[in-house]
Structure formats: C-alpha cells, structure tokens
T-cell receptor
Framework: KAGVTQTPRYLIKTRGQQVTLSCSPI?????VSWYQQTPGQGLQFLFE???????NKGNFPGRFSGRQFSNSRSEMNVSTLELGDSALYLC??????????????FGNGTRLTVT | DQQVKQNSPSLSVQEGRISILNCDYT??????FLWYKKYPAEGPTFLIS?????DKNEDGRFTVFLNKSAKHLSLHIVPSQPGDSAVYFC????????????FGGGTRVLVKP
C-alpha cells in the first residue's frame, strides 16, 4: 500500500497570503489528522477529520481550517499567513474512528516558509 | 500545560548497548501510548505502541514499558544500532476522544559505532 502522500513538499509564501496543503491518506483509511511541527512548540495537533466531518480541533486560530472529501483526501488552509506559521505540516491517517489499537501513520510533511 | 514530557533532550549510546528513553504524562485519561522515530525532513514513523491494559509490549529490538501508577513509560532498544540514530517521540491518546495524539518534545538519540 502507498503511504500517506502530502503535496507540495516545500512551499514559500509571503506574509498575508494564504496557502492550501493537500493530503492523500493510505488507501482505506478514513481518519485524517493534521499536525504542526515547529522547533519551539514541537508537534501540535491541528484537527482531525473522519467521514468528511471535523471530529476534533486543536488550539489554533480560525485562520487554520481544513476539510475532507468523500474519497478521504484532505486539505488544510491557512489564511493571512504570519511569520510564525513557518513550520512542517504533517498529515496522518488511520483506518478507524477511534477506540482501537491501530496507530496513526504520517506523511513526510509540507515544509512551509513564510517570509 | 505540557501533558506529555520527555525530560531528556538527547541521549548518546554505544552501538550494541541498550538505549532507554523515558516519557512522563499527566493526563489520567490517556489509555494508548505510542513511540515514533523521526529522521530530518521525514514524517514520524511508528515504532511500537501499548494499551493501558498492558504493562509491557515487545517487538523485535524494541520494548515499551508502562507504569500507570507513576504515569511513566519507557522505550528500550536492544541492541542499539547506528541506524537507530534519530529523534524519538512518545505520544499519548485518550481513545474515547478520538485519534488526537499528544506528543512529548522528543529525545535525540545518537548511536556511536
């Protein structure tokens, strides 16, 4: 099976712009989560989608949003970019809705640099 | 409020010896714990997990121990190999609340040949 695929791998944007990142989960996985990794804050949970519905949201401002499509692919959007949004954005997928023992599997991330 | 902590930012070990990584948590609702390994410019790779109904899980060279009363888990790697050099993250989940993982800050492991 192919792993979690994230596009693009690298992105450079200017403050005030918006950006959309894309994630294709492992085939058959219906749960998709997004995480932000920065040197100062580590790995932080952004949100989780299951069957096109947001199930959980982390402590991030409303500029961060996401959605999931019927084929389980997901996108996240960051509007009005700030310098502090520079980070590695990781997508992860899992087969079930929760409560089981299967782990999250991560993609290689999108490295966003805001200048 | 850091609910998952890895107090050792780095660890250096000789090839062939044991690597022991530690992780503490504060949220008593956590019932599923995982260890991930991460190389630069790649996403975290799942290593091993343990559910709160167990106190030990083993997979090849990797063993995870869970002490619920102390809210502490550890990862043992025996024997350590140079390819194990990476950053290791522990993560915890309250499975009834969904798939959200709370991560520790990571421990950088260097295995010297």
């Amino acid at each position: 099976k192919a792993g979690v695929t994230q596009t693009p791998r690298y992105l450079i944007k200017t403050r005030g712009q918006q950006v959309t990142l894309s994630c294709s989960p492992i085939s058959g996985h219906r749960s998709v989560s997004w995480y932000q990794q920065t040197p100062g804050q580590g790995l932080q949970f952004l949100f989780e989608y299951f069957s096109e519905t947001q199930r959980n949201k982390g402590n991030f401002p409303g500029r961060f949003s996401g959605r999931q499509f019927s084929n389980s692919r997901s996108e996240m959007n960051v509007s009005t970019l700030e310098l502090g949004d520079s980070a590695l954005y990781l997508c992860a997928s899992r087969s079930g809705a929760g409560g089981g023992n299967s782990p999250l599997h991560f993609g290689n991330g999108t490295r966003l640099t805001v200048t | 409020d850091q609910q998952v902590k890895q107090n050792s930012p780095s660890l250096s070990v000789q090839e062939g010896r044991i690597s022991i990584l530690n992780c503490d948590y504060t949220n008593s609702m956590f019932d599923y714990f995982l260890w991930y390994k991460k190389y630069p410019a790649e996403g975290p790779t799942f290593l091993i997990s343990i559910s709160s109904i167990k106190d030990k899980n083993e997979d090849g060279r990797f063993t995870v121990f869970l002490n619920k009363s102390a809210k502490h888990l550890s990862l043992h790697i025996v024997p350590s190999q140079p390819g194990d050099s990476a950053v290791y993250f522990c993560a915890a989940s309250d499975r009834a609340a969904g798939n959200k993982l709370t991560f520790g800050g990571g421990t950088r492991v260097l295995v010297k040949p």
